[in-house]
């Protein structure tokens, strides 16, 4: 080694003999539990934005699915016994033809169409080999109306 070297050797030992020794632990351990509490609670701020915005984000689209409600099963019309009447008619204005559905640009009478007789369906035959008991007339339902066919 040379002089330079030995001269900058004795002048730090001689200052780190002046300084006074600290203890940095406590310091590192604080700084590091202030970061993980700030890393949680950004976390902590994300995820409920995400889980109170999303919601309201996708109502305010007008997106989604609605909720499951019961609908009623696609069958053949029933006619009720009192729809003997013939179907109504309102009076139009002269030159347009009747719709169901009014068009933009017309605001006169609609018409609108009323329950009519239909032919009653023809009644299921069991099949030969079906075990099912079959349907019968009652008082309540008489036999021109469709009867519903045994399940298994």
Known sequence: MNQFDDFLRSTLSEIAEEAVPVNLTQRAVVAARRKRATTLAVAGVAVATILIGTPI????????????????????????????????????????????EPSPSESGPVVV?????????????????????????SPSRPSNYPSPSPTR
């Open 57 to 100: 984000a996708v109502a305010a689209a007008g997106g989604g699915q609605t909720p499951a409600t019961p609908s009623p099963s696609p069958s053949a019309p029933v006619p009720s016994p009192s729809s003997t009447l013939p179907p109504t008619t309102v009076p139009t204005p002269s030159g347009s033809v009747p719709t169901a």
């Open 113 to 137: 169409p009323s329950p009519s007789k239909t032919k009653p369906a023809k009644q299921p035959t069991p099949s030969p080999s079906a075990e099912a008991p079959t349907a019968s007339p």
